[in-house]
């Protein structure tokens, strides 16, 4: 489904899912287009995706994307950086998606635990609601703790607290501390 015009970056991101598909990488939407499925609706600018993929396979796949007419930036994170690789790509009209390569100290069972959402007819995979809480409590920023604590209170199913509290330990202390105030509300 192809972007007809600005503020469309979820339509991007579809193509970019279509792709990933067809080159059988695992991948799980992040980032507030996440937020929206756990109960948070906002605005952005971008879609994000988290990717199970090597940095040199993400630069094989830059290429790839750039081939298909976007422009593409590869952006490596040095040894603080909790990403690390970022492949941005966007359209002719600026609509964006970042994927990521990767994310420090994420529980690599991550991808199977993602979610099949469909969104304009097609089926998009997005982090479960506990990826995405213990994702917004090792961010630890404002919105972040915002979009947690709306992913927490919103679901039809409860959530699981200690597969929760485990892949929020993995990012460290401050992440599991963040948890535990929101867990304490």
Same mark, same amino acid.
């Given at each position: 489904m192809k972007a007809r015009g600005?503020?469309?970056?979820?339509?991007? *991101? /579809?193509?970019?899912?279509? %792709?990933?598909?067809?080159e059988k990488i695992d991948y799980a939407v992040i980032g507030a287009m996440a937020a929206s499925v756990h109960g948070s609706i906002r605005a952005t600018r971008d879609a994000d995706a988290l990717l199970s993929i090597t940095i040199p396979r993400l630069g094989t796949l830059e290429k790839t994307f750039r081939r298909m007419g976007f422009q593409t930036k590869l952006?490596?994170?040095?040894?603080?950086?909790?990403?690390?690789? *970022? /492949?941005?790509?966007?359209? %002719?009209f600026e609509n964006r998606v970042d994927l990521l390569a990767g994310l420090r100290n994420l529980d690599p069972d991550v991808f199977s635990r993602s979610l099949t959402v469909q969104f304009f007819?097609?089926?998009?995979?997005?982090?479960?609601?506990?990826?995405?809480?213990?994702?917004?409590?090792?961010a630890g920023?404002?919105?972040?703790?915002?979009?947690?604590?709306?992913?927490?209170r919103a679901g039809d199913e409860p959530l699981d607290i200690d597969l929760l509290r485990r892949v929020t330990r993995r990012f460290g202390r401050e992440a599991a501390d963040h948890l535990e105030q929101l867990l304490a509300a």
């Open positions: 600005p503020g469309q970056s979820a339509l991007l *991101l /579809l193509d970019v899912a279509a %792709r990933l598909a067809e952006s490596r994170g040095d040894a603080d950086d909790p990403i690390p690789a *970022l /492949l941005a790509i966007t359209d %002719r007819k097609t089926a998009i995979r997005v982090v479960s609601r506990e990826d995405f809480i213990a994702m917004k409590c090792f920023g404002l919105q972040d703790i915002v979009d947690a604590r709306e992913a927490m």
